[in-house]
Structures are given as structure tokens and as C-alpha cells.
């Protein structure tokens, strides 16, 4: 039987405030709480479910894995994040495709992408 990924667990210093960010910004619900490890229902069928642990230091530098998103309207959703408490930190593109690095409230980076869509 090979390996899945069932959930991407982030260290945080407020595991509370990052999963209501998240939970907002996927439109998913809490699945477990144990006050400092809470895990999100999975957004999809498919999706791997997010967990939040709480750690007592941040973790220095850029986050070495990130989320990769596609929406059909890369500029609404990222106002809509942005709403949330995201930060946008870049735009960029190839030929067929642009997105935004997003941050979320703890600076963990992530994308936003829309195909099809020029600068």
C-alpha cells in the first residue's frame, strides 16, 4: 500500500488564531480541539486535513513547504483573504498562468493562482 498525506500540520504560537484564519479562508469547520493541537475538517473529499500546533517559538525564515490554490478569480479571492488577515507579499506569472504569495496571519506563505490569466 503506498503513502498518503491525510493532514499538513503547521507549528504556530496561537494554534487558535491561525485556525480561525484558515478555517475562514477554506470555509471549513473545526473537526478537534485539545486547546493547543486543532485540526480542520478537510475542505474537500479529497483534500488533506490542516492541523495547527501550538509550539513556543516561531519558526525562523521562509516556510519551506507552502498550500498551492486555484481559484477563477485569483484578484476577488485574494482581496477576500486579505479581508481575513493575509498579507499579499508578491504577483508573478509564466505564459497561461499568474498568482499571488499570500501570507497568512503567523507569515506562513502560500498561493493563490488563476490559469489563463495575464498581468
Not at 25 to 31: D, F, K, N, R, S
Not at 39 to 61: C, I, N, R
Not at 92 to 115: I, T
Amino acid at each position: 500500500m503506498p503513502l498518503t498525506i491525510d493532514m499538513i500540520t503547521i507549528d504556530t504560537p496561537d494554534a487558535r488564531k491561525l485556525a480561525e484564519f484558515w478555517t475562514a479562508a477554506l470555509g471549513t469547520t473545526v473537526q478537534n480541539d485539545w486547546g493547543g493541537f486543532i485540526v480542520l475538517a478537510p475542505s474537500s473529499e479529497s483534500g488533506p486535513t490542516l492541523g495547527f500546533q501550538q509550539v513556543p517559538d516561531a519558526t525562523p525564515g521562509k516556510n519551506r513547504v507552502h498550500f498551492d490554490s486555484h481559484v477563477p478569480d485569483r484578484k476577488a479571492e485574494v482581496e477576500r483573504l486579505v479581508g481575513l488577515g493575509a498579507t499579499e507579499v508578491a504577483v508573478h506569472s509564466v505564459p497561461g498562468l499568474v498568482w499571488s504569495v499570500l501570507a497568512d496571519p503567523d507569515g506562513n506563505e502560500f498561493c493563490v493562482g488563476q490559469a489563463g490569466e495575464e498581468l
